[in-house]
T-cell receptor, first 110, second 114 residues
């Protein structure tokens, strides 16, 4: 069974559209994250949620909004997509100081 | 603030020769340090982690890293490279002020030639 899963794996869309990426973990972890990997492969934290509560919100445009319906899910909604949003987005959960990453979602904005 | 610097953006080795990927960190706290590997078009896999126990940490696939506080380094090594080791490697530090979120280095691309 996949520990941290993301859907979709690939997402191609037009500028201005609104899209969502879903993340689910079946590990029972309380804390989940979203990271963004840019075209130079640099990874940076975007959001962190602990038991459905936002605890980190880095300098991310407010077009990005995380939603946590329960502690096993942390979805990422993006409004008014821009070209610069093209990246790979990774979801992760943490336990005992170790993070478990999802397979990533490659978002391409045309 | 915590940070990591990977000293080489690209390392090339021949199969069967040693691998050294260098990482220096900056931390005001006792850091937790990690190495992650990312194969092409794949997700991130934890190679090993240091969390203030033994300074020499052994990981998967024959990799190991040594935490040296005096040098603020956490270099990754492997005695003998394999073709399958070709990938992107990230040195990572955990920021206790940020609720265990990870701070990534910029990555080192390891190429292995036959």
């Amino acid at each position: 069974d996949t520990a941290v899963s993301q859907t979709p794996k690939y997402l191609v869309t037009q500028m201005g559209n609104d899209k969502s990426i879903k993340c689910e973990q079946n590990l029972g972890h309380d804390t989940m994250y979203w990271y963004k990997q840019d075209s130079k492969k640099f990874l940076k934290i975007m959001f962190s949620y602990n038991n459905k509560e936002l605890i980190i919100n880095e300098t991310v445009p407010n077009r990005f909004s995380p939603k946590s319906p329960d502690k096993a899910h942390l979805n990422l909604h993006i409004n008014s997509l821009e070209l610069g949003d093209s990246a790979v987005y990774f979801c992760a959960s943490t336990y005992n100081n170790e993070q478990f990453f999802g397979p990533g979602t490659r978002l391409t904005v045309l | 603030a915590q940070s990591v610097t990977q000293l080489d953006s690209h390392v090339s080795v021949s199969e069967g020769t040693p691998v050294l990927l260098r990482c220096n960190y900056s931390s005001s706290y006792s850091p937790s340090l990690f190495w992650y590997v990312q194969h092409p078009n794949k997700g991130l896999q934890l190679l090993l982690k240091y969390t203030s126990a033994a300074t020499l940490v052994k990981g998967i696939n024959g990799f190991e890293a040594e935490f040296k506080k005096s040098e603020t380094s956490f270099h990754l090594t492997k005695p003998s490279a394999h073709m399958s080791d070709a990938a992107e490697y990230f040195c990572v530090v955990s920021d206790p002020q940020a609720g265990t979120a990870l701070i990534f280095g910029k990555g080192t691309t390891l190429s292995v030639s036959s």
